[in-house]
């Protein structure tokens, strides 16, 4: 079956670094697009960005543009978020999701919490 395994999360101080990663398997990784999504307390899941199946593009809410990168092994099926210059507000648990169609993702990963001291 398909399994998405995220890691990498911790704690962190405001203006540091984490990266994330996605172990995927179960599913052709190669040919399909991924999304990094978030959640944190009291508030609704949101999209963080995407990357498609080739990983020669990519997208972000506007809220992490300039800090995160997204990238993607294809031959590792992995797939990762670099975080830089992290925010208190940051704080969330974070999703790698696979099997992109419009805005909807069909697998998700269990999530890895990453907290932002200030």
């Known amino acids: 079956q398909v399994q998405l395994v995220e890691s990498g999360g911790g704690l962190v101080q405001a203006g540091g670094s984490l990266r994330l990663s996605c172990a995927a398997s179960?599913?052709?990784?190669?040919?399909?697009?991924m999304g990094w999504f978030r959640q944190a307390p009291g508030k609704e899941r949101e999209f963080v960005g995407r990357?498609?199946?080739?990983?020669?593009?990519?997208d972000y809410a506007d809220s992490v543009k300039g800090r995160f990168t997204i990238s993607r092994d294809n031959a590792k099926s992995t797939l990762y978020l670099q975080m830089n210059s992290l925010k208190p507000e940051d704080t969330a648990v974070y999703y790698c999701?696979?099997?992109?169609?419009?805005?909807?993702?069909?697998?998700w990963g269990q999530g890895t919490q990453v907290t932002v001291s200030s």
């Open positions: 990357i498609d199946w080739s990983g020669s593009r990519t």
């Open positions: 179960g599913l052709t990784f190669r040919s399909i697009d």
């Open positions: 999701a696979a099997d992109r169609h419009g805005v909807e993702y069909t697998y």
